[in-house]
């Protein structure tokens, strides 16, 4: 079992609509979870990051985390062309300084 | 300058070369680490330095080489590398102490290509 899994996509999705991406994890005692987005030829960039089940909002984004389920997402509302970029999860485990990268899931918005 | 700061951007070389990519953060950040990016594969984490200590060592090949004198610098040795071990790597910095989410911060990458 990989120890950050999400589904690479490509996710279509139309301008203005939502766009859900979803991740899971193996490590139990992980601490924070975040959200990356990297542009094609970039470096990831944060976007997000949880550390308390529920939901955490920020703009047109929310990162939603369910520690039982060790399941994380992220919603991000009235999607833009500019969206269109590949969405990285990545896992704060046990180790403090350990932080593991999903494969991550290419998202594209059609205008 | 600002963020983190990774040279040369790109980089080719001969398996029986030695070329050393360079990383500095002005961040202030006490950790730093190295990550292997290829297509079509997650990022992989292959070392962390927190205040100068090696911390993880991702079972990485003895070709790969890290030095990190100071919080600011890092550096990865690379020598008699493999034409799989092109890739894009990536260097980063996060604060650890007294944070519960030490995110980090990427700098540009340096993009190898192993002939």
């Known amino acids: 079992q990989k120890e950050v899994e999400q589904n690479s996509g490509p996710l279509s999705v139309p301008e203005g609509a939502i766009a859900s991406l979803n991740c899971t994890y193996s490590?139990?005692?992980?601490?924070?979870f975040f959200w990356y987005r990297q542009y094609s030829g970039k470096s990831p960039e944060l976007i997000m990051f949880i550390y308390s089940n529920g939901d955490k909002e920020d703009g047109r984004f929310t990162a939603q985390l369910n520690k039982a389920s060790q399941y994380v997402s992220l919603l991000i509302r009235d999607s833009q062309p500019s969206d269109s970029a590949t969405y990285l999860c990545?896992?704060?485990?046990?180790?403090?300084?350990?932080?593991?990268f999903g494969s991550g899931t290419r998202l594209s918005i059609r205008p | 300058e600002t963020g983190v700061t990774q040279t040369p951007r790109h980089l080719v070389m001969g398996m029986t070369n030695k070329k050393s990519l360079k990383c500095e953060q002005h961040?202030?950040?006490?950790?730093m680490y190295w990550y292997k990016q290829s297509a079509k594969k997650p990022l992989e984490l292959m070392f962390v330095y927190n205040f100068k200590e090696q911390t993880e060592n991702n079972s990485v090949p003895s070709r790969f080489s890290p030095e990190c004198p100071n919080s600011s610098h890092l550096f990865l040795h690379l020598h008699t590398l493999q034409p799989e071990d092109s890739a894009l790597y990536l260097c980063a910095s996060s604060q650890l102490r007294d944070t519960i989410t030490g995110e980090l911060f990427f700098g540009e990458g340096s993009r190898l290509t192993v002939l």
């Open positions: 990545a896992v704060k485990g046990s180790s403090a300084s350990k932080i593991i």
């Open positions: 490590d139990r005692g992980s601490q924070s």
């Open positions: 961040l202030g950040h006490n950790a």
